[in-house]
């Protein structure tokens, strides 16, 4: 992903050079990107407001909501995020290689669960095996045990932006269209 043009110093045949964005802050964009992905994606949209449930204790709520009045100043355009939810991960995001894993990401109530919780280890596990089957609490561990040594390419981290910003903008335009209908 570029971000600057940095002027060459005098004498040079390049007006302009191009400035990479740095590792680390392409992995946190994707973390923020693919974060708010998953939260639409676990949310049920109602009119113009996605209620979710927490994956480990089954609190509901409401995640985000249509709000073109302040769409200007957000990346996510008309959506809204509220406070109190976040993407929790099974298997720890301290992981890499299952960090952006879909099964390993799901929506979960950020202060009981997620923080004060721990994620809720066994209770998580019986989650994922009730909603994407039995194996795959196992298959996310043995993975992650497997892969300890794991490095994103930029073109990963790129990708998972890209993706998860199609897949807001689809949310968005649903959630535009139910609001008309309605």
Not at 1 to 25: A, D, E, Q
Not at 69 to 87: H, P, Y
Not at 106 to 123: D, P
Request: charged share 30%; glycine share 6%.
């Amino acid at each position: 992903m570029l971000k600057k043009r940095k002027k060459t110093p005098k004498g040079s045949s390049n007006i302009f050079k191009t400035k990479l964005v740095p590792m680390n802050k392409l992995r946190d964009e994707a973390d923020d990107w693919f974060s708010w992905y998953v939260r639409l994606r676990d949310s049920a949209l109602v009119g113009d407001v996605w209620t979710g449930k927490c994956i480990t204790c089954n609190k509901s709520g409401v995640v985000a909501y249509l709000d073109p009045e302040t769409a200007k100043r957000r990346k996510t355009g008309n959506i809204r995020f509220t406070s109190g939810w976040d993407l929790g991960h099974f298997v720890g995001r301290g992981n890499l290689v299952t960090r952006f894993d879909e099964e390993n990401c799901n929506l979960q109530c950020s202060f009981r669960c997620n923080k004060m919780n721990s994620g809720e280890h066994t209770k998580y596990a019986i989650a994922l095996k009730d909603k994407y089957g039995e194996e795959v609490p196992d298959k996310l561990e043995k993975l992650a045990q497997q892969t300890t040594h794991y490095k994103f390419t930029r073109q990963e981290l790129e990708d998972i932006i890209s993706s998860s910003k199609e897949a807001i903008a689809f949310y968005e335009k649903e959630a535009l269209q139910n609001t008309i209908e309605i």
